[in-house]
């Protein structure tokens, strides 16, 4: 399982357009915990399963790297969670949504019905299929904002 969820990072995470090499995450690692011993080479073997039971502190540092919690590696329903939202932060990225996310900010609710509205109509001209809206995963309450 670690070796498909170390995979599924490599091939979500970076923005930009190009994917991550075994060699800069080593070396971003590195940068950040310089007492971990890791190599790009020695993340490859994770990756393609030839290694199977790296150390606590290697899978806290990947799960820092990449943005999630060391759960993802071990937990199928954490890892399905967190999959979801890559795959849709992928999504974003890729169809150049940012740039019209960001004019978006601040807007009143009135004001963002009708931009999705105006995005409705581009996209039924373009022959593309309506967006049905899924509800937001639950999430519990940050303890700290009490």
Sequence with gaps: MLSVRLDE????????????????????????VPTLKVSGAYLSAIR???????????VAA???FFGVS???????????QADRQLAMLDELRQAGV?????R????????LDAVAAVLDQIRKAQGL?????KPEPHQPPDPSES
Excluded: C, M, Q
């Design 9 to 32: 990072l490599f091939h979500t995470s970076r923005p930009g357009g190009r994917r991550w090499t075994n060699s800069e995450v080593a070396a971003e690692i590195k940068r950040a």
């Design 48 to 58: 393609t399963g030839k290694r199977t039971n790296p150390g606590p502190e290697l």
């Design 62 to 64: 990947l799960a820092n």
């Design 70 to 80: 060391p759960a993802y590696f071990v937990d199928p329903a954490h890892a399905r």
């Design 98 to 102: 940012r740039s019209i996310a960001l």
């Design 104 to 111: 978006a900010v601040g807007l009143p609710a009135e004001s």
């Design 129 to 133: 299929p309506p967006v049905e809206e």
